[in-house]
Antibody
């Protein structure tokens, strides 16, 4: 069965760095685009970043652009999120998610069909 | 960026009730609208994709409708396990955006 397991969260001081990992299993990881989505305490879901299936393209939310870097190692079935210059407002549970695209009446529709449980990142002095 | 506005932000309902949650996009999203359910401390779960397609394994009491900018999630007969937070998401354009969520609580 499909599993996504995040790790690497913890408490970090403002301005420091942290790297999150997402270990994937149960599917052909190298054929799916992958995302990171975060949820601050008591808040809604916020999309963070996307990487294409082969790692050749990445996209970021403005709130993290220039500070976060998404990457993947398809040989290890692992997704990463390198977070630099962390701010208190980056405090959140970070989920990785698999994107699946279906074709309906010639239109391609994407959705996140599997999510990990998340890893908590707390940025505080 | 496309803004997604959900309403209500919370509601109280009883088991067996019909519940409707609305999501409005700031511009047309061409049906690229998904709905997720999230229970406390758990990962979001996909319910509906492409505005009205039911994800495999999701009970048929869940349904989605809408087009253009206005979309609806309906639960026809609320069950105890349905008390959770529901969020819409647009995947029409990057940055992908979510609605603020609707918390469905027990009356």
């Amino acid at each position: 069965q499909v599993q996504l397991v995040e790790s690497g969260g913890g408490v970090v001081q403002p301005g420091r760095s942290l790297r999150l990992s997402c270990a994937a299993s149960g599917f052909t990881f190298s054929t799916y685009p992958m995302h990171w989505v975060r949820q601050a305490p008591g808040k809604g879901l916020e999309w963070v970043t996307l990487i294409s299936f082969d790692g050749s393209n990445q996209y970021y939310a403005d709130s993290v652009k220039g500070r976060f870097t998404i990457s993947r190692d398809n040989s290890k079935n692992t997704l990463y999120l390198q977070m630099n210059s962390l701010r208190p407002e980056d405090t959140a549970v970070y989920h990785c998610a698999r994107e699946t695209t279906v074709t309906l009446k010639t239109s391609h529709h994407s959705h996140f069909d599997y999510w990990g449980q998340g890893t908590l990142v707390t940025v505080s002095s | 960026d496309i803004q997604m506005t959900q309403s209500p932000s919370s509601l109280s309902a009883s088991v067996g009730d019909r519940v409707t949650i609305t999501c409005r996009a700031s511009q047309s999203i061409n049906g690229h609208l998904n709905w997720y359910q999230q229970r406390p401390g758990k990962a979001p779960k996909l319910l509906i994709y492409a505005a009205s397609s039911l994800q495999s394994g999701v009970p048929s009491r869940f349904s989605g409708s809408g087009s253009g900018t206005d979309f609806t999630l309906t639960i026809t007969s609320l069950q105890p396990e349905d008390f959770a937070t529901y969020s819409c998401q647009q995947t029409n354009s990057i940055p992908l955006t979510f609605g603020g969520g609707t918390k469905v609580e027990i009356k």
